[in-house]
């Protein structure tokens, strides 16, 4: 069994009735469409696109039929805050959205020391400051629509991090934190939590 079926599968035990109902709607991205996202972002990691491949995207998704689906698939550190699955389309529009650098946004040039961007903002050593948005892969949005939460895939780390590292962006206060190495340790520290995020759908 692969990480992603294992991971989906375990994901499942905590859906709703509701969830069940929706996520029979899902279908998978294209493989026009991935191969576009692939091009986007050579590093994908397989078991991103293993995951497209089965679901592309639970973020107020239409699928055809006029009924969008709207499911949790993902978590964070941040427990309270459940995230959806963006589509490869989505992932596609945010890399057109995001071209400004954690510096840029912040200080809005690259010239001020990294102790005076530390005034605004709590960034992980292991992140790049300098490397614009649209450089990281931003795979999800967060409940809250995703203006209080974002997760992405960080291509170009610091020395002190790793290619493929997840980053998790949070709103006021605002912050950038490094929560796994990769993309499968992402999901494998969800399915070693038992899906977390879904405890209060359950209850």
């Known amino acids: 069994m692969s990480l992603v079926t294992d991971y989906i599968n375990g994901l499942k035990e905590h859906f709703t009735a509701e969830d069940t ?10 493989i026009d469409n991935i191969n576009k996202l692939k091009a986007a972002y050579p590093l994908c990691p397989d078991s991103l696109i293993d995951f497209l491949s089965i679901v592309d995207g639970t973020y107020h998704r239409d699928y055809g039929d006029g009924d969008t689906v709207c499911v949790y698939m ?5 427990y309270e805050y459940p995230y959806y699955l963006l589509s490869v389309k989505d992932m596609l529009q945010e890399r057109k959205k ?9 200080l809005g040039n690259d010239e001020e020391s990294e102790d005076v961007l530390e005034e605004f903002v709590e960034v992980d050593p292991r992140i790049n400051t300098r490397v614009p948005f649209n450089k990281h892969l931003c795979f999800s949005h967060c409940m809250n629509n ?12 610091t020395k002190a991090g790793k290619v493929g590292q997840i980053i998790r962006y949070l709103h006021d206060p605002d912050s950038y934190v490094i929560i796994a190495n990769s993309f499968d340790n992402y999901l494998q520290e969800i399915i070693n939590n038992d899906f977390e ?4 759908e359950d209850e």
């Open 146 to 157: 995703g203006g209080t939460s974002k997760l992405y895939i960080d291509f170009n780390p």
């Open 98 to 106: 995001k071209d400004r650098s954690i510096r840029e946004i912040y």
């Open 21 to 30: 109902k929706s996520f029979h709607k899902v279908r998978s991205a294209s």
């Open 197 to 200: 995020f879904m405890i209060e």
């Open 74 to 78: 993902l978590g964070s550190d941040v």
